[in-house]
């Protein structure tokens, strides 16, 4: 995360923060940062992947000003609550995705998680001899 001119926030991410800031300072980066050059480096945060990187990244876009100064402030709930799951595999997400649209289909159906259906009571057991 930069302090760009302006007062702006920049996120990305790079392999070399160092470097990366240099290279948007000297107007070979981003768009952005041509426009609204870079002051310093706000935050940085070391990921384990790029796919971790490019999560952070997008959440981070979506947080809301105020979020991004308490972020880059270095606010341990806010960065927790980021960090959180970035590891998660493609496998396990999917998993996750596929239960979690499973039980909003039941619920919109009007079923339990137990698959009956809201009001009405299991049919009686006959006994026959």
């Given at each position: 995360m930069l302090r760009c001119a302006g007062n702006r926030i920049y996120t990305g991410y790079a392999v070399d923060v160092e470097a990366r800031f240099e290279q948007h300072k000297s107007g070979?980066?981003?768009?952005?940062?041509?426009?609204?050059p870079p002051e310093c480096i706000l935050q940085k945060f070391e990921l384990d992947s790029y796919e971790?990187?490019?999560?952070?990244?997008?959440?981070?876009?979506?947080?809301?000003?105020?979020d991004k100064e308490?972020?880059?402030a270095g606010d341990p709930e806010l960065t927790a609550e980021l960090l959180?799951?970035?590891g998660e595999t493609l496998d396990r997400k999917k998993?996750?995705?596929r239960k979690?649209?499973?039980k909003k289909k039941e619920t919109r159906e009007g079923k339990s998680t137990r698959g009956?259906?809201?009001g009405h009571s299991n049919p009686?057991?006959?006994s026959e001899s």
């Open positions: 070979k980066g981003a768009k952005f940062t041509h426009a609204f971790e990187a490019l999560r952070l990244e997008a959440r981070i876009k979506k947080l809301d000003r105020p308490r972020l880059a959180g799951g970035l998993k996750r995705l979690e649209a499973r009956i259906k809201a009686p057991i006959s």
